[in-house]
């Protein structure tokens, strides 16, 4: 048992059905039907080569997204090509989740065979539950269709979807109450990395938080500063334009009416009570860059002109980060200094990543851009532990049970089926 929760290490699987929740929710085209990139995929994989390997009739459950995640979801069948590749042997695919075609599917697996099913999604109380905000409690969950028809025919179930573990749905919170559950490697690999964050960093420590998503920034800096894991919290992006309007610079009238507009200005009040607890510990950046007639243009903090639309943290910050990050023993980042899509607004983010390329502290990223900034910039074998998990992780770091965890803990005591 690791944090409450079984590990693979501690189920006997040979000639057991396993159902095993996995995230391979991967960017799709759309036209092609092709996948994009398979980075979860293949970080799942040595969970299922091991349970397989072990003897498991292994089931597959997944859910994916089209271009809009949430309105549109696809079939998973392009993701069994890449499975049987990765794996060395045929994992099969079935147009089915639940119905008779799944279960008769199921019953006739041999050992070690692996079936993938179709896109949990599919399945309306998937779906609903959190699109419409219907909360229904775990045990509710092992009620809905998808859980009374799959758990009869399965032994075992194992989740390996930390990416998806804030999510309170029954493909991820159902089964455990009714069958023993655990945790698979890359569950339980990205677990122990982001609790070792939170617990015993090697100090100094420093956060660095950029990007949109404002409320989960300051979520997660009251957690870390609060908690004590921080200490030092760098802001950039949109998140380092709120603190300092809060802190009563001048940020441009642009930004505050895109603020605004995007409805975050009640934040302005929770970065003021941040500065007031922790005003020593954060850093704010003391430049900025907007775009003017097509050429980049810097600003001091304070002095934004009026049209001009902040789009990135200036040279100075950038210098002032990099030094921080150069003698820190642990960095965790998540979210962009600035919109680095864009060559002349890159130039903060840039700057980041390449100290996070050559310090010595140990390196963590989360969050689907700042992982497409790693690639962006070829930073990725630099960086220590690149978290597959965006919302999980920003929910774990902000020091909340999440869903998942809260199930397999319950699930990791049941040692016989419970129907
Ligand atoms: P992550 O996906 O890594 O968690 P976010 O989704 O929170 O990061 O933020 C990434 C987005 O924020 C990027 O698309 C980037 O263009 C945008 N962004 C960063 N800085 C700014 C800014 N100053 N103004 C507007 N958008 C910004
Ligand atoms: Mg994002």
Redo the contacts with the bound molecule.
Sequence with gaps: MRFGIRTIDEIDVHNKTVLCRVDINQPIDRKTGALKDTTRIEACIKTLRELSGNGAKLVLLAHQGSDIEYKNFWTTEPHSAVLSKLLEKPVRFIDDVCGPAAREAISSLKTGDILLLDNVRFVSEEQTLFETNLKLSHEEQAKTLLVRKLAPLADIYVCDAFAAAHRDQPSLCGFEQVLPSAMGRLFEEEFCVVAALMEKPERPCVFVL????INDAFMMMQAVLGGGAADTVLSG??VG?VLLWAKGEDIGERAREFIKKEGYEPLVDTAKELLSKYRDKIMLPCDLASVENGARVEHKAGAVPKNSL???IGSETSAKYQKVIRSAKTVFV???M????EALTEAGTKAVWDALADTQAYTVIG????ITATKKYGRTPDIDYICTG?GALIRFLTGEELPVVKALRYGSKLTKKQI
């Design positions: 950029g990007g949109a998503k992006g949109l334009e902040v789009l990135d998540n979210g962009p600035g919109v680095f899509e969050g689907g851009d700042s965006g």
